[in-house]
């Protein structure tokens, strides 16, 4: 048993506790009050982690470092590598130099023209400097001071001889670009000192125009019509007209429309409530057709297609027209066939006449 307020052990036969005086009371429980346990202090955490922080930085700064020193070993291995490719680049280079002497003919045309290492001699054969016919050169030719390949007959261009027979270079002149109508550079084909504009009476009180049998000036140029439209003569000149009789087509002028893409197209054509005519006499519709070729058409007969090159249109003509092998350029009289079913305008019959040599360089 123990005391209650000191905890001494008491003996059974005690009524006071001897150290306190505290009366002993027999009911309290014998059993000893329970001892508070300290608990146990640890070490702190904070210091076993300093140390692992320690070594794990250590063993890091070790890491960079061997990775330093071997990226330096790499950098130092470049930097020797490309001092040895600069080296051989210079090399190269010297030998390369070594060889383009700008003194030896190369047989590079333009760079030994450049270099003014040409002359031209007077039987038109190119030269060195003393005069010495240069077999490599074999193949040109000079005319009119320009050099040109003999092989094909084509000039070299920007090459020419100058007075003191060397051969140099002079730059082209860039070509304008001409955006005017195509009607405007046909007519620059055209002469008009060769229209053929005489009227002669026919009889009857019907006026036509003389024939030179030649109507490319007088179709591009519009020669036939007054500046107010109206038509100069009755009807076409007699060459055209004796073509277009077999044909039920009309002769007059005021039946005739040029298409030339600008005051008269095709799209008027299809737009016309009567665009053929009188059923004996057909409007005559004239145009330029460019390569035309043969064709054979559904029914069996001939046909031409071309290019009429004021619209830039393909154009079908129905009809057997002596005289006309395919590529040829074409000027053309002829009628209103019908339109299929794109809208495309047919032609057919009438009067064909070759026109190669007005449009050969258009």
Not at 57 to 72: D, K, N, T
Request: proline letters at 4%.
């Amino acid at each position: 048993m123990f005391c209650r307020k000191c905890g001494t052990e008491l003996k059974d036969e005690w009524q006071v506790c001897p150290n306190c005086g505290e009366p002993v009371n027999k009911t309290v429980d014998s059993e000893k009050p329970e001892e508070k346990v300290e608990p146990t202090s640890k070490k702190p955490l904070y210091k076993d982690m300093r140390v692992w922080i320690v070594v794990a930085v250590a063993i890091c700064l070790v890491l960079v470092g061997v990775i330093l020193g071997r990226g330096s070993g790499k950098e130092d291995t470049k930097k020797s590598s490309k001092k040895t490719e600069q080296a051989k680049n210079t090399e190269q280079t010297n030998e390369t130099e070594e060889n383009n002497d700008p003194t030896e003919i190369s047989g590079d045309l333009y760079t030994d023209v450049e270099n003014q290492l040409l002359y031209a001699n007077d039987q038109g054969q190119i030269t060195d400097k003393e005069g010495n016919v240069l077999d490599v050169y074999s193949n040109i030719g000079v005319e009119d001071s320009c050099l040109y390949d003999k092989s094909d007959d084509t000039i070299s261009e920007g090459l020419f001889v100058d007075d003191n027979g060397m051969v140099y270079y002079e730059q082209p002149e860039e070509a304008e670009f001409d955006d005017r109508p195509e009607i405007e550079k046909l007519r620059d084909k055209a002469d008009p000192n060769q229209c053929e504009t005489g009227i002669e009476d026919l009889g009857l009180g019907v006026t036509g125009f003389k024939d030179d049998g030649d109507y490319f000036d007088e179709v591009v140029l519009g020669a036939w019509f007054n500046e107010d439209g109206s038509p100069k003569a009755d009807v076409l000149p007699s060459g055209v007209c004796s073509y277009l009789q077999n044909s039920d087509m009309s002769f007059s002028l005021s039946n005739y429309k040029f298409i030339d893409g600008v005051t008269y197209t095709f799209d008027d054509i299809r737009r016309d409530r009567n665009p053929q005519g009188r059923s004996d006499l057909k409007n005559i519709y004239c145009m330029i057709l460019r390569n035309v070729q043969k064709d054979t058409g559904s029914d069996g007969k001939i046909m031409l297609r071309g290019i009429e090159p004021c619209t830039c249109t393909e154009v079908i003509v129905h009809g057997t027209f002596n005289g006309v092998i395919n590529g040829d350029d074409l000027l053309v009289f002829t009628a209103f066939r019908g339109l299929a079913e794109d809208d495309a305008v047919n032609f057919e019959d009438g009067a064909a006449y070759v026109i190669n040599d007005r449009l050969a360089f258009q």
